[in-house]
């Protein structure tokens, strides 16, 4: 049986695989702290405007709230740059990621590592 992925994800799985296995891994690196330190914004955000108790409804209004911001978009534009330069990536390289992070799956993997295996590329976990 034969996933099908959409089209970002597919040229996401394309572009990541073609990836040397220390720039894979470093970009791994990058989401996942990228993706920690948004959450963390938006989950400071959430507190400061009194979601700790909110509903969900309530809550899920206040993330969206949270990334509308002018101070969300300006964060996560320095964390962009901070990321691209720490873990040394460029901004393709962290976007393949974040994209193959939104399936996340083990189907999405496996395809992932099947392509970097016939390209010679190396394997890689996504659970870095």
Known sequence: MTTTFDAATTAAIAAFAQLDIYTAVQSLRAEADYDRERDQWISDYIEEHGGNDADDAAYDALHAQAQATPEYT????????E?????????????WIIVLRDDDSDA????????RNALGTGEVRGDL
């Open 83 to 95: 990321m691209r330069e720490y873990f040394e990536v460029n901004d393709d390289q962290l976007d």
């Open 108 to 115: 999405l993997w496996a395809e992932v590592n099947r392509q």
């Open 74 to 81: 300006q964060f996560i534009a320095a964390l962009r740059k």
